[in-house]
């Protein structure tokens, strides 16, 4: 039972454009939610987290909108640069010590 | 500053096998947690140690098994390997026991079963 989905595999966004990554949740449990990215060959790395008091947590380019109601986040990139491309995975996480990851989308930022 | 390290990086074993993956975690970090990534998915939770005690374990048979030594280095342990485990195996380590702040991963190792 996949608790974290990302329903989008992959997105394509010209340079200096804004790309939107959608997440959706299925557990009312979880309270705090992570942006992980993952270059090939490499492990993911973390890029932003918001907590579920929150709905809405901003760190330079990268802003994540929680929104508790529709079970529903998401990443806005802004502006995309091509360095930017990776997989970029959602997680999810609450009680227990383990996170939940989505199935991932893979990110193209066109120059 | 070491980051999260693993080894071997790649393996290759049989079916019926067995395999030890090791993870040495950033040091002063106490914490380390595993997780298996089929191709195709995100991330999946095997197991969490901290301070050398198991503090969780993911869906998965008894087949797996780990734990965590003295120094806070862990192994992770297959016994009677399947084509399915066939999967990159990830190690994180954080300074405390819950993954809130965010793990810092290993680049993982990729286990090919034949």
């Known amino acids: 039972d996949q608790q974290v989905k990302q329903n989008s595999p992959s997105l394509s966004v010209q340079e200096g454009r804004i790309s939107i990554l959608n997440c959706d949740y299925t557990?009312?449990?979880?309270?705090?939610f992570l942006w992980y990215k993952k270059y090939p060959a490499e492990g993911p790395t973390f890029l932003i987290s918001i907590s579920s008091i929150k709905d809405k947590n901003e760190d330079g380019r990268f802003t994540v909108f929680l929104n508790k109601s529709a079970k529903h986040l998401s990443l806005h990139i802004v502006p995309s640069q091509p360095g930017d491309s990776a997989v970029y995975f959602c997680a999810a996480g609450g009680g227990a010590n383990n996170l939940f990851f989505g199935t991932g989308t893979r990110l193209t930022v066109i120059p | 500053d070491a980051g999260v390290t693993q080894s071997p990086t790649h393996l290759i074993k049989t079916r019926g096998q067995q395999v030890t993956l090791r993870c040495s975690p950033i040091s002063g970090h106490k914490s380390v947690s595993w997780y298996q990534q089929v191709l195709g998915q995100g991330p999946q939770f095997i197991f969490q140690?901290?301070?050398?005690?198991?503090?969780g374990r993911g869906n998965f048979p008894d087949r797996f098994s780990a734990r965590q030594f003295p120094n806070y280095s862990s192994e992770l342990n297959v016994n009677a390997l399947l084509l399915g485990d066939s999967a990159l195996y990830l190690c994180?380590?954080?300074?405390?026991?819950?993954?809130?702040?965010?793990?810092?991963f290993g680049s993982g190792t990729r286990l090919t079963v034949v």
């Open positions: 140690y901290y301070e050398k005690e198991e503090r």
């Open positions: 557990n009312s449990m979880f309270d705090y």
């Open positions: 994180a380590s954080s300074a405390s026991g819950g993954s809130n702040y965010g793990y810092t």
